[in-house]
């Protein structure tokens, strides 16, 4: 199991939470990661999480394959970000 998933199983997130972050993650990724600090995680927990996403991103990857969602959605979205970076 991607060690995401594990994570948030671990402390009692739902599949249906899971899943609902991972397709905000494929749409919105800042959207995503307000939503997962809003879990009431503890906080080494979500410090821990965010370490994982940051040192492996491919982990993203990994956990949306899992779930069934679709990858290419994810890569949209931060291609949308990154323009929008490039244009500020």
Do not use: C, H, R
């Not at 503890?42 to 990858?71: S, T, W, Y």
């Amino acid at each position: 199991m991607n060690p995401i998933i594990a994570l948030l199983k671990e402390n009692n997130i739902s599949d249906q939470q899971i899943n609902d972050i991972f397709q905000t993650l494929t749409q919105n990724p800042f959207a995503a990661m307000a939503t997962i600090s809003q879990l009431g995680l503890p906080q080494d927990k979500l410090q821990l999480l965010m370490g994982q996403v940051m040192q492996n991103p491919a982990l993203i990857k990994e956990a949306v394959e899992e779930l069934g969602l679709d990858f290419s959605k994810v890569e949209a979205a931060k291609e949308q970000l990154n323009t929008q970076e490039l244009n500020k």
